[in-house]
């Protein structure tokens, strides 16, 4: 079944609707929240993770944005800024889901994209603050 | 059948000395024997590349007109030492900016100092007869100074701690973020190529040993501070946990921003990645034995921070190379691993003072004075008593 990474952003007087619940109920989409920063009164954002058959997931954007809500694809990569990278590998230490990983030899990262669930944790850890996310 | 210093050291200047990594040379040592290996090799480099909190840089600004006695100073908002001579400072790696906190530190303002940025000068004084100057608001780069030099009390950790939490909350520490229940474990040793594992009895590193530091060509120039060559070694007599260490000096004007980087370590503080790099002699086979040891052979133990006292309770010993392999266990449970010290660039450390001594003829200097050998010296701690106590 497809699965995708959409990037929601809600104007201000959409922000109480429960969208999520609608995508499951009425179009039988599994939606899987990786991020979400939504105030009452304010524009928010949330980055889902929506996975069900095309046909659901298309009327399901289509319900999204007849609801006033933009949606993009989410970015699908973390940010690094290899001049400021030491590859020291302590992002590799704080990666719950195994995302960022040294090589064999120790000494390049490696980023597996679909393993990110976007917490951020590498983006705290970095001592370099050589790590960003893009959206 | 060894080689003496003289030797080696004549070999270097004629352009014919063998010269490899620590990595190169534990290959060759596994392909032909450690005895062929120490026949064959004059010189193993060693490399290191972890953050190193106890480092920092002596400066001298030169007078103004007219002169001021500096007794506050700022660099980029981050204190220096004024306690000093008129003009000269020493700034510290872990020194936080008043404004930025630990995004920007001293070990930015030597970061920015190397890759030739122009940093604010500022500085108060009460002024004097001969320092009549009580205020100056300038700007200054490395190349404006007359002296800049590295003074760094405690670098090169030979060996150090695994570091997991047992405790239920995340904590930030200096190594790193520490997810709760023993959620991850992090390490900070260069391993085979770290400088005073290659000579754990420190029988050719000692005070006057000819070095790389941060890129330039610096000087063992004490013991650092904690030096403890009482720690428990193993069967090969190198350390388990955290033991030797090395205060050096180099020119801070030769140095590279390819091997000096500050460090903000979240919840804890600023630090700075300085970049070690040893020479070492192979003189006879007993040198050459720990050369060849590997990744396999070498240890740490595992220590929890979770218990937030000055003796932390150890959880075991593991190889580097189960730390390398990305998890290791613990108490029965597979513990995600993760670095602080970076290999890549210890890697490139060992490489470029290969290079040194192959192309540029960098001579090695015994030793004018040998580093506390085991048994001679511990660690003490800080006991708390009052006055009437003493």
Redesign the interface.
């Known amino acids: 079944m497809p699965r995708k990474r959409l990037d929601l952003t809600f104007p201000p007087r959409q922000a109480t609707k429960p969208i999520t619940y609608h995508l499951v109920k009425d179009f039988d989409l599994v939606p899987n929240i990786l991020r979400a920063q939504i105030h009452p009164g304010q524009e928010g954002r949330m980055v889902l993770e929506v996975t069900g058959r095309k046909e659901d997931f298309d009327a399901g954007i289509a319900f999204l944005e007849s609801e006033g809500i933009v949606v993009r694809p989410a970015a699908t990569d973390i940010c690094l800024d290899e001049d400021k990278c030491v590859l020291c590998g302590l992002c590799t230490a704080v990666c719950r889901p195994g995302a960022l990983t040294l090589n064999g030899a120790g000494d390049e990262l490696v980023f597996d994209k679909d393993k990110c669930v976007y917490c951020e944790a590498c983006v705290v850890a970095c001592p370099r603050r050589a790590i960003t996310l893009t959206f | 059948m060894g080689k003496t210093w003289d030797e080696i050291n004549e070999r270097i200047s004629s352009g014919s000395a063998v010269v490899l990594t620590a990595e190169e040379f534990a290959e060759l040592a596994a392909d032909v024997g450690v005895k062929e290996a120490a026949r064959r090799v004059d010189v193993v480099t060693t490399g290191t ?3 190193m909190c106890s480092s920092g840089v002596v400066l001298n600004f030169g007078h103004s007109d007219p002169p001021i006695r500096m007794s506050r100073i700022t660099l980029n908002d981050v204190e220096a030492y004024g306690g000093l001579a008129a003009v000269d400072t020493f700034l510290g790696v872990t020194q936080q900016s008043a404004s930025r906190g630990l ?1 920007y530190g001293g070990a930015h303002v030597i970061e920015d100092l190397i890759a030739g940025k122009a940093v604010r000068l500022r500085a108060w004084s009460s002024g004097t007869d001969c320092y009549p100057r009580t205020e100056i608001d300038t700007w200054v780069r490395l190349e404006d100074l007359n002296q800049a030099y590295f003074f760094n009390p405690r670098n090169a950790y030979q060996n150090y701690a695994v570091a997991v939490n047992s405790s239920d909350r995340v904590l930030h520490t200096y190594m ?2 520490l ?1 709760p229940r023993l ?4 390490y900070c040793s260069a391993g085979a190529l770290s400088p005073l594992l290659n000579d754990p009895a420190y029988r050719t590193i000692g005070v006057g040993s000819r070095i790389f530091v941060a890129g330039a060509p610096g000087f063992v120039a004490w013991e650092g501070t904690q030096h403890n060559p009482n720690q428990q070694r193993d069967e090969h007599g190198v350390p388990v946990a955290p033991a030797g260490t090395l205060a050096v000096i180099a020119d801070l004007k030769r140095a590279s921003t390819r091997f000096f ?6 919840g804890y503080g600023v ?1 700075a ?1 300085v970049g070690i790099g040893v020479p070492i002699p192979v003189l006879d086979e007993d040198v050459a034995q720990t050369l060849a040891l590997t990744d396999a052979d070498i240890s740490a133990t595992v220590f929890d921070y979770g218990v937030q006292r000055r003796s932390r309770p150890a959880l075991g010993r593991v190889t580097y190379a189960e730390l ?1 392999s ?1 998890a290791i266990e613990v108490q029965g449970k597979k513990v ?10 210890a ?1 490139e450390i060992a490489a470029e003072l290969k290079r040194w001594i192959s192309e540029e003829r960098f001579t090695l200097a015994e030793p004018l004075k040998p580093l506390p050998q085991p048994g001679e010296q511990g660690v003490k701690p800080l006991e708390i008593r009052s006055e009437e106590a003493i």
């Open positions: 590349f972890g953050p995004e790193g973020t997810l959620g991850n474990a992090t980087a500050a460090a903000s370590m979240t630090s990645f390398r990305g995600p691993a993760g670095p602080i010290s970076s290999l890549k660039k890697r």
